[in-house]
């Protein structure tokens, strides 16, 4: 079965998202502020599953983010099956592959990039990438970040542990979790940013649950499950 999110703020629609078949849908409010500067809020839909006729597999996908302002009024409502706006860059692009002296092998699709790395950071052994990036591929920043997050997630993966405990609907103990963990971590790349997606699973969970933890400037900055 499939889903539509649409997206409505202060009383016009500005976004309808969708996935074909099995996978998962998350429609995210963020405030963020650094520590000299203005906060700011912005919601944004994005997705793991098939969104395109010629995907042969799942894959992560976002539509356009879109900034507010206090007092904006966002609506989200839910629609049977049916068309939807394509995710950012999906459209008329082409696929092919190349070789990254960081990532290894990638695939690119839907103006975006995929590649299984290796991620030696206990529990995990391995990561799928997932890379927004032009057809020219990564920049040296998504380099630089991927770089530094094989360095320190083993220094984050307390924290992290931590938060996602706090998460799991009937999981309470850390170590607990990093026993049933599954081996492989996804990791979205949006843009030149200081900031990474990690959905973590877990051995077990019903369904699509995935929990998604989104760093900072290598702090984490949210926090939610999805299914």
């Not at 969104?51 to 302002?69: G, I």
């Not at 049977?80 to 990254?100: A, C, L, R, T």
Request: proline share 6%; net charge negative.
């Amino acid at each position: 079965m499939s889903t539509r999110f649409e997206l409505i703020k202060n009383g016009k629609r500005v976004c309808i998202a969708g996935i074909d078949g099995d996978g998962v849908l998350s429609a995210i409010l963020s405030y963020g502020k650094p520590e000299n500067g203005d906060g700011t809020h912005d919601f944004g839909i994005s997705g793991l599953g098939m969104f395109d006729a010629s995907q042969d597999r799942q894959h992560h996908v976002a539509w356009p983010r879109h900034e507010l302002a206090t007092g904006d009024e966002i609506t989200i409502r839910i629609l049977p099956p049916g068309e939807f706006d394509q995710p950012e860059g999906s459209v008329g692009s082409p696929q092919k592959s190349m070789h990254d002296p960081v990532f290894g092998n990638l695939n690119y699709y839907v103006d975006s990039w995929d590649a299984i790395i290796e991620f030696d950071s206990a529990p995990l052994q391995t990561a799928h990438v997932h890379i927004c990036a032009d057809e020219n591929g990564p920049t040296e920043c998504q380099r630089s970040i991927i770089i530094t997050l094989r360095e320190r997630h083993s220094q984050l993966w307390p924290s992290i542990c931590s938060a996602l405990v706090r998460c799991h609907p009937e999981i309470t103990k850390p170590r607990k979790l990093a026993k049933l963990l599954l081996p492989q971590v996804g990791i979205n790349l949006y843009g030149d940013t200081s900031e990474a997606e990690l959905v973590y699973s877990v051995e077990g969970d019903a369904g699509e649950r995935a929990y998604f933890v989104k760093l900072r400037d290598w702090e984490i900055a949210e926090v939610f499950m999805a299914e």
